[in-house]
């Protein structure tokens, strides 16, 4: 067992190595993630301690009779664990790190974090009023560390507001950039008469953010639509030269964007418990901008490539045109001036312009 368990973790690193080199180092960590590789690895180190441990019982004497037969029942039940587990492990080695299976890893976190931020617009906050300016007597919380911001506890934070009688305006969200210094969040005293805010507030507004040195995907849609446009970025490289997996990038983007007007049920009564804290909300243009932008530049060249974005991009206008369809004209419009430039033959200029008009004059 220890030695499956060491040819085991080359195996996993391997394929670590190629998810990183082969797709993009941003989808290493959803393949880290992985728990059946985690099971296996802790099955296979489990029965080699649980072997040692019954060999040196045996050796010493510690069992009597009835003792080694419920060591042998133990036994049997460890080696059918393991039996199954290799089994498992076989298959799930044919798939660990492969390009496909590591991107559909990456759609799976940019579809799971669309559908949660379509379900919670506002991560449970309130939409932040348009044209706010700040309030004289207000506290600004700044950045104390630089990096990503990973996580914001809008519950943690609707118990401070309510606590300290505050309105809490946070302008940042998940995925933002943050240097030292940086405002993060306007405490603002809802009670006329109230004084300057100084102290407390502000550390327990700054412990309700997680600030790291990486974005993740669990409350970032952005990021999974970013690592899915890297992706197709890659493999439309001269190193790489892979329309193909563009091809099919552009497809998994569709589907994750169809999420965004999926209507999804969203819990009253928790935004009303975070009413005094107010967030941000994404935008289609954002999401469009991660995903589109990236592959236009680098496909531009590429007739394929541009007849499938075009493809994406009336597919989505169709989808749900009041929604999309502004952006997907935008874009389309874009896509063309990129092509008129990149592409060679005046046929395929004219081919994609023909496809473009089916989007922009209907």
């Not at 001269?238 to 999926?262: E, F």
Request: charged share 20%; glycine share 8%; with cysteine.
């Amino acid at each position: 067992m220890l030695a499956v368990t060491t040819f085991s973790l080359s195996t996993m690193v391997t394929a670590y190595g190629a998810a990183s080199s082969g797709v993009t180092p941003r989808a290493t960590t959803l393949v880290m993630e992985d728990t059946t590789t985690q099971n296996a690895l802790a099955t296979f180190i489990g029965s080699f301690l649980f072997s040692l441990v019954g060999i040196i019982a045996l050796s010493t004497g510690v069992y009597g009779a009835q003792g080694r037969v419920l060591l042998f029942a133990a036994t049997i039940v460890v080696v059918i664990l393991i039996v199954y587990t290799l089994l498992r492990w076989i298959d799930h080695l044919s798939k660990l790190g492969r390009m496909g299976e590591t991107i559909d890893l990456v759609e799976k976190a940019a579809i799971d974090a669309i559908d949660h931020r379509v379900r919670w617009p506002y991560l449970g906050g309130v939409a932040f009023p348009k044209g706010w300016t700040v309030p004289i007597g207000s506290q600004i919380v700044t950045s104390e560390s630089t990096g990503y911001v990973q996580h914001i506890g809008v519950q943690a934070l609707s118990e401070v507001a309510e606590a300290g009688n505050l309105k809490i305006f946070v302008d940042i969200l998940p995925g933002s950039f943050v240097h030292l210094g940086r405002p993060l969040a306007y405490l603002v005293p809802l009670a006329k008469e109230s004084v300057e805010i100084t102290g407390e507030p502000s550390e327990k507004v700054l412990a309700t953010l997680t600030i790291g040195t990486r974005r993740t995907f669990e409350h970032d849609p952005r990021f999974g639509l970013s690592v899915l446009s890297e992706i197709a970025s890659r493999a439309l490289s001269p190193a790489v030269n892979d329309p193909g997996t563009a091809i099919d990038v552009i497809g998994r983007g569709v589907r994750s964007l169809t999420t965004w007007c999926k209507p999804q049920p969203v819990a009253p009564e928790h935004e009303k418990s975070c009413g005094q804290v107010f967030l941000h909300g994404l935008t289609v243009d954002d999401l469009f901008d991660d995903f589109f932008a990236p592959i236009a530049r680098d496909g531009a060249a590429i007739i394929e490539v541009d007849l499938r974005l075009m493809k994406a991009l009336i597919s989505l206008a169709q989808i749900d045109p009041a929604l999309f369809k502004a952006v997907c004209v935008r874009h389309a419009n874009i896509l063309l001036r990129r092509s008129d430039s990149a592409l060679a033959l005046n046929e395929e200029k004219c081919q994609l312009r023909a496809l473009a008009d089916k989007l922009l004059f209907n």
